[in-house]
């Protein structure tokens, strides 16, 4: 079982940043892939970033891409998501996720494990 908490959602301003965090119980971290996933109300959730188990591998969304960065610290059993550049659109609460699968599946297969969510909210 592992249980993730994110924390650093809040209001920003188009143009600015932010940076999701998610810490993660358990001593099996490393085990799997991690990533981040978003939802509006009355959309399905959608994939935003992935990343491999020793971050050897990256995958973003299109929609995303050149915006945000997905890293992970094994030592602290963290996972981060920079967003730079935010949009209006990018108003959404993020999930993060854990998956014993690999993180390029996660694109499409989903998550084993969620958070409880994160919102952001970006202002015109």
């Known amino acids: 079982q592992v249980q993730l908490v994110e924390a650093g959602g809040g209001l920003v301003q188009a143009g600015g940043s932010l940076r999701l965090s998610c810490a993660a119980s358990?001593?099996?971290?490393?085990?799997?892939?991690m990533g981040w996933f978003r939802q509006v109300p009355g959309k399905e959730r959608e994939f935003v970033a992935a990343?491999?188990?020793?971050?050897?591998?990256?995958y973003y969304a299109e929609f995303v891409k050149g915006r945000f960065t997905i890293s992970r610290d094994n030592a602290r059993n963290t996972v981060y998501l920079q967003m730079n550049s935010l949009r209006p659109e990018d108003t959404a609460i993020y999930y993060c996720?854990?998956?014993?699968?690999?993180?390029?599946?996660?694109?499409?297969?989903?998550?084993?494990?969620w958070g409880q969510g994160a919102q952001v909210t970006v202002s015109s």
């Open positions: 996720a854990a998956s014993s699968s690999s993180a390029g599946d996660m694109r499409y297969t989903g998550s084993d494990y």
């Open positions: 358990g001593r099996t971290f490393g085990h799997y892939a």
């Open positions: 990343i491999s188990r020793h971050s050897g591998m990256t």
